[in-house]
């Protein structure tokens, strides 16, 4: 009770400061565990797949016929938009399925919105098959890449992006989704599995990736190390302010950061901060984070 009762201040402290970020649902980093970076989800099921390579590797098999299988899968994330969306993940693959795999599932019971590999190219699912579009877009090996699908139904049009590249285009005026708001590493009805590496997996509750991609603040790295904390600003557009809160709202330090790392003292007498970050254009990220001090 006491936690929630934490995320509720929280959540409704972001909105006092009339940030942004309340548009990021969910954001599961994948490097170490399995852990909502927001605190709004629970953890991630995950079964037969390790950390690796900075993230969680998926061995292509499908747990659903091998019990050697990797499966990885969020909950239901809080909030969904089943109407105004993005799902943005990091991939990486060392080497070309031989006929098509998905790279990351959105439902599984009904599989509505999905990006997949066709053999070296990338391409795009929507309500379970009806709607499948292949790119001419090879995807390199051992090289990280963000993939994004979206779907708004004011436009009636779900959209793949491979960075801030828009890819594929598909006109849908409806996506049948079963209320099913779960992300995952297979598709059950044909029984695949993606094999490769997964890392920053984010939901936003808006299908405007260029504002999202814009917005470099998403990759500040915030990481508690005992008695200090490290901040990792990893772009070069001008200093980054950072300001700490505690639950009540009281700041409680102020720094200017430059790019790299920073290592600061953690706070005394304050289990869980607020971190509010403001770049030279305005663009703001919230995060809270629980400190054992």
């Known amino acids: 009770m006491k936690k929630l009762y934490s995320i509720v201040i929280a959540l409704l402290f972001i ?25 709004k989800n629970t953890d991630m099921t995950i079964s037969k797949a390790s950390f690796q390579n900075d993230g969680i590797y998926s061995n292509g098999i499908y747990y659903g016929s091998d019990t050697t299988g990797s499966y990885i899968s969020t909950p239901q994330i809080e909030g969904f938009n089943f109407d105004d969306l993005t799902i943005k993940v990091d991939f990486f693959i060392d080497e070309y399925p031989e006929n098509n795999i998905p790279i990351i599932m959105a439902g599984t019971s009904w599989r509505w919105l999905s990006a997949w590999l066709d053999g070296d190219k990338i391409a795009l699912k929507v309500n379970n098959g009806s709607f499948y579009v292949v790119s001419d877009v090879v995807i390199p090996l051992n090289q990280w890449q963000t993939v994004s699908i979206s779907y708004s139904k004011a436009e009636g049009e779900a959209k793949l992006y491979l960075g801030s ?10 996506i049948t989704n079963g209320g099913n708001a779960r992300l995952v590493n297979s598709d059950g009805g044909i029984g695949k599995a993606y094999k490769g590496y997964w890392k920053n997996l984010k939901v936003y509750d808006a299908a405007s990736v260029a504002n999202i991609e814009a917005n470099l603040m998403d990759n500040v790295s915030i990481k508690p190390l005992g008695n200090q904390i490290q901040i990792v600003v990893p772009f070069t557009s001008g200093d980054v302010n950072l300001q700490m809160f505690d639950m ?3 700041n409680i330090g102020e720094f200017n950061l430059n790019q790299g790392k920073t290592f600061l003292n953690t706070p005394k007498g304050n289990n869980i901060i607020m971190f509010v970050l403001t770049d030279n254009k305005g663009n703001r990220l919230a995060r809270k984070h629980a400190l054992n001090n």
């Open 15 to 39: 909105t006092q400061l009339g940030l942004n970020a309340q548009t990021l649902l969910a954001e599961y980093p994948l490097v170490e565990d399995g852990v909502d970076a927001t605190g």
């Open 248 to 250: 009540s709202g009281r």
């Open 165 to 174: 590249t828009l890819v594929v285009t598909i006109e849908v005026e409806e």
